[in-house]
């Protein structure tokens, strides 16, 4: 079983940066596809990034491209999400999920129901 703890989390200001961490134990993660997901009150978690292991591909959630990166240190058995130009909308609880073991790289990376392994989440509140 892969556990996984998110951190990096807070209250920042509107146009700044906050950088998340996933860390995971228990199993070597470097053959799981990693996402990353968000739920803000009162809605549906939803798709931000993933990548996998395999090529190291990327994919992110339209209303993230261009300001939030997603990387992994496989090393570190940890994944972060780097997050530039934060804004309002961006207030949520952010989850780290791994899907797999897999051998290929197709998978639905925006599908929770991808994701076997999932953290309790970091919040993430933008203010004005």
């Known amino acids: 079983q892969v556990q996984l703890v998110e951190s990096g989390g807070g209250l920042v200001q509107a146009g700044d940066s906050l950088r998340l961490s996933c860390a995971a134990s228990r199993r070597d993660i470097s053959r799981y596809h990693m996402g990353w997901f968000r739920q803000a009150p009162g809605k549906k978690r939803e798709f931000v990034a993933a990548i996998t292991w395999t090529s190291g591909s990327t994919y992110y959630a339209d209303s993230v491209k261009g300001r939030f990166t997603i990387s992994r240190d496989n090393a570190k058995n940890t994944v972060y999400l780097q997050m530039n130009s934060l804004k309002l909308e961006d207030t949520a609880v952010y989850y780290c999920?791994?899907?797999?073991?897999?051998?290929?790289?197709?998978?639905?990376?925006?599908?929770?129901?991808?994701?076997?392994?999932w953290g309790q989440g970091t919040q993430v509140t933008v203010s004005s």
């Open positions: 999920a791994a899907a797999g073991p897999f051998s290929s790289d197709s998978y639905g990376y925006n599908f929770i129901s991808s994701y076997r392994y």
